[in-house]
């Protein structure tokens, strides 16, 4: 079992759809967990991070279920410009907790 | 606020050559980090280093060194290039505490002949 999976996509939704991604990861022990966002031949960049409460950056909602080990980001209101790739994060305290697992990214299209 | 440089941003080799990718941060980090990219296979750690003058294998070591030169400067060696490692090479820093999210340079895209 992968670290952490994604399913890979593609998510074609219409503007102003909301859409969801889950991502399941494999250590219990897990403590840190991040969204990050990619566009095409571009760097990841953070898009935010997770809390356990759960939280919102406006369109954007993350989760996290700790007992069932996934993670979850809703994005509503989509716009063109939310086209990306979503990689999940995940700090598996491996390493003394410098080494993030990523996913290999959830591809979103979003069209007019 | 520069954050995280790499140089170059594009380069051509042929096979057997050698060459160093640079990395440069200015954010104070603790821990920096080397990653390469394909199509179709996420992103896969080459070397890490936790902090300055110590550095662990990742998940593809093999064909690659690194140095730590100092905190702010982690660079990465290919010996003898080979055709696999044309790639999308990422470098990131992390501060050093634990639930800290990393920052990454905006990529060297290496082509190899």
């Known amino acids: 079992r992968k670290e952490v999976e994604q399913d890979p996509g593609p998510f074609n939704v219409p503007e102003g759809a909301t859409v969801a991604f889950n991502c399941t990861y494999s250590?219990?022990?897990?403590?840190?967990f991040f969204w990050y966002r990619q566009d095409c031949r571009k760097e990841p960049k953070l898009l935010m991070s997770?809390?356990?409460s759960g939280n919102e950056d406006g369109r954007f909602t993350a989760q996290l279920n700790r007992a069932s080990q996934y993670i979850s980001l809703l994005i509503r209101d989509s716009k063109l410009s939310d086209s990306a790739t979503y990689l999940c994060v995940v700090n598996p305290l491996t390493g003394g907790g410098n080494k993030l697992t990523f996913g290999t990214g959830t591809q979103l299209k979003v069209e007019l | 606020n520069a954050g995280v440089t790499q140089t170059p941003k594009f380069q051509v080799l042929k096979t057997g050559q050698s060459m160093t990718l640079q990395c440069a941060q200015d954010m104070n980090h603790n821990s920096m980090y080397w990653y390469r990219q394909d199509p179709g296979m996420g992103l896969r750690l080459i070397y890490y280093s936790a902090s300055e003058g110590t550095t662990d294998k990742g998940e593809v070591p093999n064909g690659y060194n690194v140095s730590r030169l100092n905190k702010r400067e982690f660079s990465l060696r290919l010996e003898s290039a080979a055709p696999s490692q044309t790639s999308v090479y990422f470098c990131a820093t992390k501060p050093g505490q634990v639930n800290q999210p990393q920052h990454f340079g905006d990529g060297t895209r290496l082509s190899i002949l």
């Open positions: 250590n219990s022990a897990s403590q840190s």
């Open positions: 997770v809390y356990s």
